[in-house]
């Protein structure tokens, strides 16, 4: 069975600070991964995702993320944090094509000028 | 504009009564999804159409009854509504396979009194 952890629930961070969002996840088998972003109020959008190749991945507005199969962890990064980016965000797992997404328990955001 | 559309975006209702939630995506996608949000933010999937057939049904109370009309729509129907039912249910869209990513709706808010 696969498990997803993100290891910090909250994250402040100044405004034009990098930032770092780690998740860690558990699967026997080989997984996909992804990063969705949730503003309040509203549903989730994928940042990036990743499902083979290069192990270093480019999304929207800024974001990348690593693929570190050894670490079995997909961290997020952004060199330099806008207010709007404040949010939560979520990392998810899925080994199988059916999209069965295993959700982290998501982090929190907050970008303060 | 195409997307992934959830009503009523918000739903008060008291214990006992039974309540549905419609959801259309306009993507063309042919798997639909429900997945809980509670009030930790934690997501957690509950069933998932292909093709209008039931695949993925996890462990949910059977007071809970999805009904799929078409490829288009998945509605969520809830029988004898209880206070731990209270959450925000999304809806979510994707292609089957390859692993492409979940269009999500912008959720409905379920608050039982």
Same mark, same amino acid.
């Given at each position: 069975a696969q498990s997803v952890t993100q290891l910090d629930s909250q994250v402040p961070v100044f405004e034009e600070a990098p930032v770092e969002l780690r998740c860690n996840y558990s699967s026997s088998v080989s997984v996909y991964l992804f990063w969705y972003v949730q503003y309040p109020n509203q549903g989730l959008q994928l940042l990036l995702k990743y499902? %083979? @190749? %290069?192990?270093l991945v480019k999304g929207i507005n800024g974001f990348e993320a690593e693929f570190n199969k050894s670490q079995t962890s997909f961290h997020l990064r952004k060199p330099s944090v806008h207010i709007s980016d404040t949010a939560e965000y979520f990392c998810a797992v899925s080994e199988? %094509?059916? @999209?069965k997404l295993q959700f982290g328990a998501g982090t929190q955001v907050v970008v303060t000028p | 504009d195409t997307a992934v559309s959830q009503t009523p975006k918000y739903l008060v209702t008291q214990m006992g009564n039974d309540k549905s939630i419609k959801c259309e995506q306009n *993507?063309?996608?042919d798997t639909m999804y429900w997945y809980k949000q509670d009030s930790k933010k934690f997501l957690k999937i509950m069933f998932s159409y292909n093709n209008k057939e039931l695949i993925i049904n996890e462990?949910?109370?059977?007071?809970f009854s999805p009904k799929s009309p078409d490829k288009a729509h998945l509605n969520l129907h809830i029988n $004898? *509504?209880? *206070?731990?039912? $209270?959450a925000v249910y999304f809806c979510a869209s994707r292609y089957q396979g390859n692993n492409s990513p979940l269009h999500f709706g912008n959720g409905t808010r379920l608050t039982v009194t």
């Open positions: 499902l %083979s @190749g %290069s192990t199988d %094509s059916w @999209g | *993507l063309g996608h462990t949910v109370p059977n007071r $004898s *509504l209880e *206070l731990g039912d $209270s």
